[in-house]
T-cell receptor, first 115, second 116 residues
Framework: NAGVMQNPRHLVRRRGQEARLRCSPM?????VYWYRQLPEEGLKFMVY????????ESGMPKERFSAEFPKEGPSILRIQQVVRGDSAAYFC?????????????FGPGTRLTVL | AQKVTQAQTEISVVEKEDVTLDCVYE???????LFWYKQPPSGELVFLIR??????QNEISGRYSWNFQKSTSSFNFTITASQVVDSAVYFC?????????????FGAGTRLAVHP
């Protein structure tokens, strides 16, 4: 039973380019969460999605960032016109539902470096 | 306000010492969950434990034990007889049912270095 998968594991972009981060949840999980970890800091919630729906994007910057979780395929976190401050580790987590009892399981993260 | 505080930024111990990592949380919710995650040098996040707010029983798993004290809003983590492989950043997290949706609120983490 594969865990949460994220790719790429490492991504290097120049300022102004676009970054696309992918997340495939665990089998049977239909809820996906994205978190960002800046260097030497804890993880900060960005966005919560269910299939084809964004449920809560309160932690995501209003500009340049977008997320989707299509009916088929992985969830995508897209960052347009990246800046140096976007350099961070981006973690995806999945859970089977929204019950309080549900644990979020994390992927290995994508480390984005903006040159 | 919902908040998790891990006051210890870094801890350094020698192998076989016991070490306790502190976690203090704030929430107005009466129902909530607390978690500990381990982030080894390789960078992934490893789930260690989940505790709900109604269960104040302490838990032991091998060399790991957790002390949940609702009266002081603390959920401390103790590693007994530490080993070099325990070196990692440890995160305490709070899950609140804010707005009807789960989200995890993380502390800043405690970096544990275990030296041989």
């Amino acid at each position: 039973n594969a865990g949460v998968m994220q790719n790429p594991r490492h991504l290097v972009r120049r300022r102004g380019q676009e970054a696309r981060l992918r997340c495939s949840p665990m089998k049977g999980h239909s809820h996906v969460y994205w978190y960002r970890q800046l260097p030497e800091e804890g993880l900060k919630f960005m966005v919560y999605l269910q299939k084809e729906n964004i449920i809560d994007e309160s932690g995501m910057p209003k500009e340049r960032f977008s997320a989707e979780f299509p009916k088929e395929g992985p969830s995508i976190l897209r960052i347009q016109q990246v800046v140096r401050g976007d350099s961070a580790a981006y973690f995806c987590a999945s859970s089977p539902g929204t019950l309080n009892a549900d644990t979020q399981y994390f992927g290995p993260g994508t480390r984005l470096t903006v040159l | 306000a919902q908040k998790v505080t891990q006051a210890q930024t870094e801890i350094s111990v020698v192998e076989k010492e016991d070490v306790t990592l502190d976690c203090v949380y704030e929430t107005r919710d009466t129902t909530y969950y607390l978690f500990w995650y381990k982030q080894p040098p390789s960078g992934e996040l490893v789930f260690l434990i989940r505790r709900n707010s109604f269960d104040e029983q302490n838990e032991i798993s091998g060399r790991y034990s957790w002390n949940f004290q609702k009266s002081t809003s603390s959920f401390n983590f103790t590693i007994t007889a530490s080993q070099v492989v325990d070196s990692a950043v440890y995160f305490c997290a709070l899950r609140v049912f804010s707005g009807g949706y789960n989200k995890l609120i993380f502390g800043a983490g405690t970096r544990l270095a275990v030296h041989p």
